[in-house]
């Protein structure tokens, strides 16, 4: 089955600055990976996702990229601020089955 | 904008006590899933269900799970005979035709069992 892992499991970075998130995924077959914001004790939030046929995705201050062939996705964050702190999480999955996440990484924004 | 609904939002049983988790999915949409997150650890799949059916389940989801979706409006998930390892919090989710991959998560509900 998938197998999705995570890296930094904790990153803290300033203010302003950039954080970057990297997952790996093993099934090829997965083609749908989005990112979950959790904050302490809430709900998992989607934040962005991105499809296999694209490799490349940007919502304002987040973005995400995809390669295929390295089996590789990442999530950029720019100019954090301290309300970007939470836990997130990458997940992968097959056509809308069920998601496989990782085991998230705790960002910390320090002001 | 409408949301996923779960309840209660905490439940405290003893170890072989059965436990019925409610949740109310978002109203136009027909796939529905269980999630666990056990404290500190990372979001873990379940079952899904679709059409009045699992269609999909993980190796956690064993004999003492099952799911209903006993009217319009409710999907459960019971466990029959509760274990310490059960403690964690359980997460519903839901997605719509058309778009079954994005899926949206409830508030959870933190089981406790001791």
């Known amino acids: 089955g998938e197998n999705v892992e995570q890296h930094p499991s904790t990153l803290s970075v300033q203010e302003g600055d950039s954080a970057v998130i990297k997952c790996t995924y093993s099934d090829s077959a997965s083609n749908y990976f989005p990112w979950y914001k959790q904050e302490l004790g809430k709900r998992p939030q989607l934040i962005i996702d991105?499809?296999?046929?694209?490799g490349e995705k940007k919502d304002q201050r987040i973005a995400v990229t995809l390669n295929k062939t390295a089996k590789h996705f990442s999530l950029h964050i720019t100019e954090t601020q301290p309300e970007d702190s939470a836990v997130y999480f990458c997940?992968?999955?097959?056509?809308?089955?069920?998601?496989?996440f990782g085991k998230g990484t705790t960002l910390s924004v320090s002001s | 904008e409408p949301e996923v609904t779960q309840t209660p939002s905490h439940q405290v049983t003893q170890m072989g006590q059965e436990v019925i988790l409610r949740c109310v999915p978002i109203s136009n949409h027909l796939y529905f899933y269980w999630y666990r997150q056990i404290l500190g650890q990372k979001v873990e799949f379940l079952v899904s269900?679709?059409?009045?059916?699992?269609?999909?389940k993980s190796e956690i989801f064993d004999d003492q799970f099952s799911v209903e979706r006993p009217d319009g409006s409710n999907f459960t998930l019971k466990i029959r005979s509760t274990k310490l390892e059960d403690s964690a919090m359980y997460f519903c989710?839901?997605?719509?035709?058309?778009?079954?991959?994005?899926?949206?998560f409830g508030p959870g509900t933190r089981l406790l069992v001791l």
């Open positions: 269900f679709y059409n009045n059916e699992i269609s999909e």
């Open positions: 989710a839901s997605s719509r035709q058309g778009d079954r991959e994005t899926q949206y």
């Open positions: 991105i499809r296999s046929n694209v």
């Open positions: 997940a992968a999955s097959e056509a809308g089955t069920a998601l496989i």
